[in-house]
């Protein structure tokens, strides 16, 4: 029986990773090995381990990442805590293959000691870009420590071979996540107002604002571009989901605290709105707003438009609902007006998904299952430009 450790470190790679978890719990030929970690054990990004015991899946391993602090000192302490906590947690284990999505600094500790435990790593959403954030290189870096790789795009696949991994290894079965709006029972409105406790008006905006942590000016000045825009606005109804714990979250968290304060009952804050909670917010509201990839990716399938804020996913691949905008208070309500305008709705109702259409667990499962893992750690780099081994150039045969 094949064992494969799944590592989840926040809410937002949970719900990507869902289906995926299902599909390898429910195998009987496959021994699911899940480990939780970074933002799910820590009480103010709301203890989010608690979604997944309720999912009814057995954990594995619980490894603490997280430092008080959200400096750099504290971010790269916790990177170390990683590695250690992973290490230890992998010659526990002993899995066959590592299951790693994305560029978050905790996934990059549990890369680090799956590659020197010499254990596979298959890794989802390589070769996309976010030029505004360290999680490009993060992202990257991953790409070279992997084996196997399930892009979600094919210009996603053409870079991570580019990067020198070999065509045969990389899969595009397009983005995991999609299978989370095709298979899911979302909320109607009442069942959403009872679950967030929260009357929606007649505009209804969805929020979420990360760190673009290759700003070294710090978030506080853009995020409040931000607000200023959103107080244009004094009818809508917000709900803010709160960022991710990377380098000056504290910061965005008490700005969005202060104006939901002066706005006293007209802006809803939490701390995760789980995998269901987020996609029936999306659905019952007008326009989602911020950086976060979700509106580039998943938001699309139920054809909402973004507001994408800033350089923070910059590079990403994005279809007609996404509206970019600059970090400037003018320009973004422009934007969210764009979004609010019955001509731009109806030019988005018949927008297709860049991305998939669903189905992409099932097939990464099955890869996983049947992919044979002999010789997969020694790979050999693939040179777009037929360089022989020994670095010198193929003879040309024409």
């Known amino acids: 029986m094949r064992k494969i450790c799944v590592v989840t470190g926040s809410r937002a790679d949970y719900g990507l990773l869902y289906g995926l978890i299902k599909e390898i719990h429910e195998d009987p030929e496959l021994c699911l090995q899940l480990a939780v970690t970074g933002m799910h054990l820590a009480p103010e990004y709301g203890c989010t381990v608690k979604e997944i015991e309720a999912d009814g899946f057995p954990i594995a391993e619980r490894i603490e990442t997280l430092m008080a602090s959200d400096t750099p000192v ?18 526990r284990l002993s899995p066959d293959i590592v299951v790693l999505l ?74 995991i996540g999609i299978d989370n709006i095709v298979g899911s029972r979302l909320m109607s409105r009442a069942e959403l107002e009872a679950f967030l406790d929260y009357k929606l008006r007649d505009v209804n905006f969805l929020i979420t604002y990360h760190p673009v942590t290759l700003d070294l000016d710090g978030p506080e000045a853009p995020l409040k571009e931000l607000l200023e825009a959103l107080a244009r606005f004094p009818d809508a109804g917000m709900i803010f989901t709160m960022p991710n714990a990377d380098m000056g979250n504290k910061a965005i968290a008490d700005l969005i605290r202060g104006f939901a304060d ?52 910059k590079g990403r691949v994005m279809g007609p ?9 003018a320009e973004i309500a422009e934007a969210i007006r764009l979004a609010l305008s019955p001509a731009f709705r109806d030019k988005i109702r018949d927008a297709e998904s ?23 750690l020694k790979k050999r780099f693939h040179d777009l430009n037929g360089i022989e081994a020994g670095g010198q150039p193929k003879e040309s045969r024409s």
């Open 74 to 91: 504290g971010v790269g302490k916790s990177v170390g805590l990683g590695v250690i906590g992973f290490a230890e947690a992998f010659a």
């Open 102 to 175: 994305g560029d978050r600094f905790e996934i990059f500790a549990a890369a680090q000691a799956a590659l020197i435990a010499r254990i596979p790593i298959a890794h989802l959403h390589g070769g996309e870009r976010t030029e505004g954030a360290i999680d490009e290189a993060i992202r990257h870096s991953i790409t070279k420590m992997a084996h196997l790789h399930f892009v979600a795009t094919e210009t996603y696949r053409r870079r991570v071979i580019q990067l020198g991994e070999h065509p045969d290894t990389v899969f595009n079965y397009g983005a």
């Open 262 to 313: 002066k706005r006293r009952g007209d802006v809803k804050v939490v701390a995760s709105l789980g995998r269901i909670g987020y996609l029936s917010a999306v659905k019952h509201c007008d326009v989602v707003i911020g950086n976060s990839s979700s509106g580039i990716i998943e938001v699309p399938v139920l054809k909402k438009p973004t507001v994408n804020i800033g350089d923070r996913q």
């Open 321 to 329: 609902t996404v509206i970019q905008a600059r970090e400037d208070r």
């Open 354 to 376: 860049l991305y998939g259409n669903g189905g992409t667990a099932r097939r990464i499962k099955q890869t996983l299952k049947t992919y044979p893992l002999e010789n997969l």
